[in-house]
């Protein structure tokens, strides 16, 4: 019988393929092969309390539990982005505590059930930090995704999240940067590996190879909120517009905060808000695209990308990526050859870029080759069998250590 691991997260689709970013359950998938994996994740509106979703094409399955914690279809902290969530309406706040409250009572629950192995939870706070109290005995993985490191540093935050390292068996993150703040911060750097998330790559490069490209088509794809810097692209967009540039269309997918004020900040421009997608229409808008765009900035809290999934989808999609120059993202794109780096919100440099990209078919081309290629080492067998062995390991020094 396989160990069980208990994988702790805050998002996480309510359905499979609802839009809802599923690198946690992409990653579920692969651990699936060597645990019994269960998901513990809050409740969303429309979503199954409990859930058995079967690994695609292969015998493998993950159980979902799914946690209540507000009142019946109001819980919408953890629908989308928490910080997000929270900076939008404040009277969210008084939903935090009782979704620590839930996963405390899930993690007990779920662990009594069956006893855990080991415990992965995505982000320090709140997952780690509730995982530390509800389960001190059992083995800890700790993922940090972006925000976890680089928001919530005032010195409260700050020493919880180093009291949660130092109680987790073995770190993960998606970049190099975090990994050294981490280490300044007086984390042992030996637990802690840059493991980034990952993509099905053959299967959105299948997508992509009979794909018809809609000329001058650009596509931005993530959450509309501030750290995505989605208006200095309209910035670019209108200044080249301006020039006479031909701009064609731009295709915004996602959803969020700060949608009405982009789509004010759009005004006049060939832009089209899909709102928040399927991930079948997400990768096909990949495909049908000339250019993908990632022109995201360090939010006024501190609050940036760690590495953006996808950028990994855009690449193995072989779209060529124009995107600002900031960790992880660089750890993907050499400049000039695998995408075009921009410094962070500089509208004149992105509309540059931009249109040196239009201008020219065979950079695009090369550019979306040079990506494809890059992506491969992120493809998620690969990361998977990485998080399998970090897992395995910390269980191994579980045992040798009663």
Known sequence: MKPKLLVLASTFPGTPGDGTPAFVLDL?????????????????????????????????????????????????????????????????????????????????????????YAIHAHWVIPQGWIATKAAPHVPLLVTTHGGDIYALNSSPFLALKKRVFAKAAAITTVNSQMKQRMVEWGIDASKISVLPMGVDTDSVAHIAR??????????????????????????????????GVNIGNTVVIGDGPFRIRLQQAAAGLPVEFRGQQTRKQVLEAIAESEIMVI????????????????????????????????????????????????????????AAALEKALADSGLRQKLADGIAVSVKRFDIATIGDGYNKVVAQIIRQARMSR
Not at 226 to 241: P, Q, S, T
Not at 305 to 324: D, K, Y
């Open 295 to 350: 022109p995201s900035i360090t939010a006024a809290n501190g609050d940036q990308e760690g590495l953006p999934v996808t950028l990994l989808e855009g690449g193995a999609g072989s779209i060529c990526v124009i995107a600002s120059r900031l960790p992880g993202i660089d750890e993907v794109i050499n400049d000039g050859e695998s995408g075009l780096l921009v410094p962070q919100g500089d509208s004149g440099a992105l």
């Open 210 to 243: 009979d794909a018809v490209k809609k000329p001058r088509q650009l596509l931005v794809i993530g959450r509309l909120v501030e750290k995505k810097g989605i208006d200095v692209l309209f910035n670019a967009l209108r200044a080249l517009k301006a020039r």
């Open 28 to 116: 579920a998938f692969e651990q699936a092969k060597q645990f019994n994996v269960t998901v513990i994740t809050p409740m969303v509106p429309g979503a199954k309390a409990t859930q058995i979703i079967e690994v695609p094409g292969s015998p493998f399955k993950v159980k979902v539990v799914r946690y209540r914690y507000w009142f019946k279809g109001s819980e919408d902290l953890a629908h989308g982005a928490i910080l997000d969530n929270l900076k939008a309406r404040k009277s969210r706040f008084l939903q935090v505590p009782f979704l620590m409250l839930g996963l405390y009572r899930a993690i007990k629950r779920e662990d009594k059930l069956a006893p855990a």
